[in-house]
């Protein structure tokens, strides 16, 4: 997210060259880079981080037990900082209110970042629906929600049964289900972009979260559109 004089990033699984690639795509250098926040230590969010804030010499935010869980205080070069789950912090013109979320990682937090009017939440990895949540996440202008599997497509997977029941657990990923609920009680007159983001390439389809998106937000104002693993989503003013 970009604001004012501050730009983050939240999390990478990427490398240094991958990221740089898809930075190019949206015209952005990652020299404008003020900070990386991260949510949670599994490798599809923290693989890239620590190369990229040496490359960058980029502050990184996380919470204590992420930065235990990932071992990110043997990473040589790298400034940590350590913020609370609890806690709103600043970056730069930037208001980041974290919020814990129920995900089998040691002390995950997904956010919600302000700046003046706009207000973005970004809510992935998170296995069950808190009332926590529900508040957190309200009154978002635009909103980045995991849309993670299709419980009959994660059951008929090629994963192994212990990934299946990791996934579809209360500590795990939401189902479309899960997400298309928590989307209707975050509907608001603010709210005006919805991007479907973290979907399992072999838990589910883009076809079927696209028609769940068409049909709850149909006759709203609300603009949406779906993140893909493989490419980048172009800029959105908030
Ligand atoms: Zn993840
Ligand atoms: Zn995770």
Redesign the pocket.
Known sequence: MEGAETAVLIDCGLSVRRLEQRALELDFPLANLTAIIVTHE?G??IGGVAALARRYRLPVYMTHGTQVASSFSNERGVEVREISAHEPFSVGALTVRPAPVPHDAKEPCQFVIENGEARLGLL??IGSETRHIQQHFSDCGALILEFNHDTNMLSDCQYPDSVKLRIAGSHGHFNNKQARDLLSKLLSPRLRHVFAA?ISARANSYDLVEAILRTLLQGTDVNWDIAHQDGVTPWVTV
Do not use: L, S
Request: no cysteine.
């Open positions: 599994h599809d969010h992935t990895d973290h």
